[in-house]
């Protein structure tokens, strides 16, 4: 189970982690932490360091009610440090973050390798065809609605069933748009109550009959802090023990905040299966 990268085969049958990077001042952990191009550098060296194999950069904070950003604020917030990580350390695959095919554009051509859709394309019927166009991996999340209304959207009469159903008919319509290398993200903490959440994280292996590779996207999120009445601050614990969940059920990528305590846990897991 591989990836291309920009030439670069990237074996997932061993899992990965992908370290966040947030260019925005508003999202739920760490918004408006880095301010600076030496503030973003420092970061990323230090995903690199503890061991992450990419660094997912996102500019439009997607939290439950998060504010509307332009595309061209979405772009303008983007581009420069999406160059700048390329340049500094080009051997680390870059994904963007974003629901808009303009955005995905411009970043690949600033250095981007991969892509990461909260939407599936729903929100810009245009992203199929870009992405099959520029040849990079695509991460498909489920969802309903946009950022600002989905929490209104959690109404399923069979959350495993429906979300099953919602990759098959995207998996098809981007295997139409030639789009080779896909990833699934069930979407943890996007259109689901908390029940739901750990409904569809309990049925993860589930979604391996997909036969793609499956993301986990748990880091720091409210169905761990609001669960163990905390805050994300204090939800790394509570992150590993879902992480763990998260491996042994199939996921191949970790998408986290905090890189070096999800490669323990891959470690773990690995010393665990061996």
């Known amino acids: 189970m591989t990836i291309n990268c920009s030439g670069k085969l990237i074996d997932l049958n061993t899992p990965k982690v992908m370290g966040i990077l947030n260019v925005t001042p508003d999202s739920f952990y760490d918004g408006g932490k880095f301010k600076n191009d030496k503030g973003f550098l420092s970061q990323t060296e230090k995903l690199i360091n503890e061991g992450a194999t990419f660094i997912d950069i996102g500019a439009y904070s997607s939290r439950p009610g998060a504010d509307f950003v332009s595309e061209k604020e979405e772009i303008n ?91 098959s008919e995207r998996i098809h319509l981007a295997r139409k748009h030639q789009i080779k290398d896909l990833i699934i993200d069930l979407g943890f903490g996007f259109s689901k109550t908390l029940d739901q959440n750990f409904k569809l994280l309990n049925s993860l292996d589930f979604y391996t009959n997909l036969n793609l590779p499956i993301l986990a996207g748990v880091s720091r999120k409210s169905m761990i802090y609001k669960t163990l009445n905390t805050t994300a601050d204090n939800a790394l614990n509570g992150t590993s023990a879902l992480h763990m969940i998260a491996l042994e059920k199939g996921s191949k990528i970790l998408r986290v905040h905090d890189v070096k305590e999800a490669i323990e846990c891959i470690k773990l897991y690995k010393a665990l299966k061996n």
Do not use: C, W
């Open 77 to 167: 917030r983007l581009i420069p440090i999406v160059r700048l990580i390329h340049e500094t350390f080009p051997e680390t695959p870059i994904s963007i973050d974003s629901f808009r095919s303009n955005v995905i554009k411009e970043s690949v051509q600033a250095g981007a390798a991969m892509v990461n859709d909260i939407s599936a394309g729903i929100l810009d019927p245009m992203m199929f065809e870009s992405v099959g166009k520029l040849g990079v991996p695509y991460i498909m999340m489920h969802m309903r609605g946009t950022p600002q209304t989905m929490q209104q959207m959690s109404n399923y009469s069979n959350i495993t069933k429906e979300v099953y159903s919602y990759f």
